[in-house]
């Protein structure tokens, strides 16, 4: 009886490894953002980040969400975008949508943040900028806003 224990217990360890192994080894589901230094500038109603080094990235993936003082803009940036409820017509960069899908290294994303929207662009205002790509976050930003 016991050499049969032994054996069933050696093939339940041996299925188990097994299970492990290929939960280890197997694809991954998880998306891995991309890897990218950024800086970011605010001055009067414009906000440009620069990709400084790193991955490119997928701007159909990004998501920007911009927060003045702590408190986030009513209207949020859709990228890419033209023309968008709280922000002047045209960004530029990768953040126009008549542009191209891959922000690069050496690229600046700008946009103009409209008088309607809510809180303003004031110098001496801080702005945080988090930039997220397939919801895995890529950067927080932060600076002060500059007078133009």
Known sequence: MAPVAGVLLLAITVVLAGGVAAAALGPS????????????????????IRHRGGDPIDVAAVTVCVSV?????????SVPFFSAAGF???????????SDDTWRVGETASFRVADTNDPTLEPGRTVTVRITADGQPVATLETSVEAG
């Open 88 to 98: 002047r017509p045209g960004p530029t960069g990768p953040f126009n949508a008549a």
């Open 29 to 48: 589901t998880a998306t891995v953002p991309p890897s990218a230094v950024l800086s970011l500038s605010a001055t009067d109603d414009r906000i440009a």
């Open 69 to 77: 003082d702590g408190e986030p803009l009513d209207e949020q940036p």
